[in-house]
């Protein structure tokens, strides 16, 4: 590997810059209010062990949770997989939480006490004494609330039992807000080949925090697979009508983002390269900032993301020539 597909993090410790997201690995969810699961793919979590076995054994060494994730069985599957193996650096997130046998997510709860049970179980799940990087995982927390739960964490880092903090969140000015708390050391945002993030990209890169891309393959729609029309199912959680869920309506790929992708499909894939890498390897050659934190449920998804790195970030020529096809339509936030 090359500088560029290498990282330093807050603890000192250099890892490939290319991790794994756990929130389809972790199964079905109820979430409060909802009588019916929803769900991310297919998934079997024999399957999704075997995943991030193979993600380990190739390198992987930053490995993305969240006690939302399966209420708390994606945690589980972590734990299970990666006990003993201290070199993983494990990122989970609090604030939502849930029951992993019954998959049912609690109300949200940032509190100071919510915080800490959070914390408590997400430990036990990962069998971890101290978590590497815990996030608060509300997007829109309400600012003038915030400080109170970077508080909790920052007590909860000096107890211990966690090593550094951040925040999920994709709102600028909730970011500048706390970046220069010591052990704030990070944010996970959207961050994809249609999503550029430009502020929070820049805050990130001004403060020397790690930015951990979520959703940097477009929930799927940036492997192509989707382009043809392909439907996911009635519970997946891309055929729900969350005002998010712009890469996907009504169960199927956006077809203002499936023309964007077609329009740029030979140069992703110049070099060899799959859409995945191809997509990847545009996050990694636009920030230095960047760790893209692709989801699977399959090892066959893991070892295709992560031969990204193999591949290296896409070459300045074909950067420019991208931005030349997308930056008309490109998304601007």
Known sequence: MTAKTTMTLWS???VPRIGVGTWAAGGGVIWDGSATPTVY???????????????YEMGCRVFDTAAAYGAGNAEILLGQVLAGKDDAVIVSKCGYYGDPATRRIAPEDASPAGIRHC????????QRDRIDLMLLHINEYPLERA???????????NEGKIGAFGWSTDHPERLSAFVG????VAVENDYNLFDRAEKVMAIAEANGLVSLSRLPLAMGLLTGKYSSGRRVGADDVRASDQPWMKFFKDGAANPEFTKRLEAVRELLTSGGRTLAQGALGWILARSPAALPVPGFTR???VRDNLGALEKGPLPAAVMAEIDAVLMPASTHS
């Not at 793919?41 to 993600?55: H, M, P, T, W």
């Not at 708390?181 to 704030?184: A, D, I, M, S, Y």
């Open 41 to 55: 793919g297919e998934v079997d979590d024999q399957r999704s062990k075997e995943a991030i076995a193979l993600a």
């Open 147 to 157: 400080g109170a739960v970077f508080d909790t964490l920052g007590h909860l880092r």
């Open 181 to 184: 708390r010591t052990g704030f």
């Open 12 to 14: 000192g410790h250099t």
């Open 119 to 126: 914390v408590e179980q997400s430990r036990k799940r990962l």
């Open 299 to 301: 090892p066959e998804q």
